[in-house]
């Protein structure tokens, strides 16, 4: 429902700032000087930096003792950052009347971000468990709006719109209970394992272009990306009635230079 909310929302934006722009173009004679109007194409790069919160809870009905939930919890709950560079292509369109520039971007970058995150090992009871988490992303693409303003050659806008990426979350819980789960040294055995996706989410950001030639662009650009939040479960691999389930979060930023050339 959240993320129905968010990408409803992005939409929104980019069909109201589309509507705003057109109705001032329409009131608004073409400037003299450059003109951003046009398709065009081009390459960036840049770098990118993330955030995500961790928790486990004990799901009603399950069999798990209070200390096996109060480990499972207490190294579950937590969070780490994430990063990596940023590397690939985009297109778009605009369309310029007087200084108000209105456009439509698509792109699609090769990421590096990763992270990671270890608990450590937690102890009750005379028992030992850790949780180890797992961030992974090997692509990112977004759909976005532009509305910009533009003085002759600089264009200074804003975008936003829907994200997409292949961001994996892995999740490894070890304890010390004689489960009969495969083991993973000192002492402690492979209980929980489990994985969730990152799919879609929204963005939003500004950016400075420049055409330092007539079909030659460059520009930069901060974007803010927020994958919301998911959910997933996991089971004992060795004992029957004993599921945890499990929350992850992701919200990162991005700046990227890239340059464009454009068809006239």
């Not at 310029?96 to 209105?102: F, L, T």
């Not at 974007?223 to 992701?250: C, K, M, W």
């Amino acid at each position: 429902m959240i993320r129905a909310v968010l990408l409803a929302s992005a939409g929104m934006f980019v069909v109201a700032t589309s509507s705003m722009a057109a109705d001032v173009m329409y009131e608004t004679a073409a400037p003299s000087g450059y003109d951003w109007s046009g398709f065009y194409i081009g390459i960036n790069g840049g770098y990118g930096w993330g955030n995500s919160d961790t928790s486990t809870s004990v799901p009603t009905g399950s069999n798990i003792n209070a200390v096996a939930s109060a480990l499972a919890v207490g190294t579950g709950d937590g969070s780490f950052d994430s990063d990596g560079g940023l590397a690939g292509v985009q297109f778009g369109y605009n369309y310029q009347s007087g200084p108000y520039v209105v456009g439509v971007e698509a792109d699609i970058d090769w990421s590096g971000m990763d992270g990671s995150r270890d608990s450590g090992i937690f102890s009750l009871g005379g028992f030992n468990a850790r949780t180890t988490d797992d961030l992974d992303m090997n692509v990112l693409a977004t759909l976005r709006g532009r509305l910009g303003y533009a003085a002759d050659r600089l264009l200074i806008y804003g975008t936003g719109g829907v994200a997409w990426s292949d961001a994996e979350i892995s999740r490894n819980l070890d304890w010390s209970f004689a489960d009969g789960c495969p083991p993973v040294g000192g002492g402690l055995q492979r209980c929980h394992v489990g994985s969730e996706d990152f799919d879609f989410g929204y963005t939003i950001g500004a950016g400075l272009e420049y055409a330092f030639l007539d079909n030659l662009t460059a520009k930069v650009e901060y974007q803010y990306t927020d994958f919301g939040t998911e959910s997933f479960r996991t089971i004992n691999a060795n004992i029957p009635n004993q599921p945890l389930d499990h929350e992850v979060d992701l919200d990162m930023h991005t700046v990227r230079v890239g340059l464009n050339y454009k068809f006239n």
